[in-house]
């Protein structure tokens, strides 16, 4: 139910009856059967019927992915808010070609269950999905890829905006690379008073802020918050 890998040695010359491949290698998770053939005196060597070929060949395997790669898509622009899920957060399995490409078999029986954590080790926070521990199921990999929607959540509403690097690991020890930085701020939103006469319109000012070294300042790079406005209007204070 895969994709067709590629062996990384195809064919051998035998020595003495025999030959031995040190570095073997299959390009995509999952097990393999290696058939082997072989022309002597111009006549074809087979090993004939399915049964000799179960005999012959054993299955090699499981092979599992080499790393991952994690694209983050930012909750809000540049940066997302604590307690924001992100827009995307994409795992996608790897193997160890050069360069690597996409493990489209990771998935099913041969993928694992995942971690997401901070690679950089920030202890003022945690990462979760949707208030839950930050894990991607074996299941929720489709074609060596799974996408979700994490939130990372600071301890303390009042941390400064803190750069964060999500990492992957599975429970067979692949682990991402080259994991890319997101910045995390605490926010809120602020609503100042505002005064006149009772039976007119007021303007009341209002910012989305986020917490920096000085304390609450307005957070110009919000791009993202929106406000709804009431849709009867009431008579009186």
């Excluded at 996608?92 to 690679?119: C, E, H, I, Q």
């Excluded at 905006?161 to 995390?184: F, H, M, Q, W, Y």
């Amino acid at each position: 139910g895969g994709s067709v890998g590629a062996l990384g040695v195809g064919a051998v010359t035998l020595a003495g009856g025999q030959a031995t491949v040190p570095a073997q290698s299959w390009s995509q998770a999952g097990a393999v059967r290696i058939f082997g053939s072989a022309s002597y005196q111009g006549q074809s060597i087979n090993p004939a019927g399915a049964g000799q070929q179960t005999i012959l060949n054993p299955v090699l395997g499981r092979f599992s992915a080499h790393h991952f790669v994690v694209s983050p898509s930012s909750g809000c622009g540049a940066f997302t808010y604590s307690g924001q899920p992100f827009s995307s957060v994409t795992v996608t399995a790897m193997n160890a070609g050069s360069p690597p490409v996409k493990d489209v078999n990771y998935k099913g029986s041969f993928a694992r269950k995942l971690t997401l954590s901070d690679a950089n080790a920030f202890a003022g926070g945690s990462l979760k999905i949707s208030g839950g521990v930050a894990e991607i199921l074996a299941a929720g990999f489709t074609t060596g890829e799974a996408t979700v929607q994490p939130a990372y959540i600071f301890t303390l509403v009042n941390t400064v905006p803190t750069s964060i690097k999500i990492r992957a690991t599975d429970t067979d020890g692949a682990v991402s690379s080259g994991e890319t930085a997101s910045e995390i701020r605490s926010g809120r939103l602020w609503l100042g008073n505002a005064y006149g006469a009772e039976f007119l319109p007021l303007k009341v000012p209002a910012q989305s802020q986020y917490w920096a070294t000085s304390g609450w300042r307005q957070n110009s790079a919000d791009s993202c918050t929106s406000l709804t406005m009431p849709t009867r209007q009431d008579t009186g204070n």
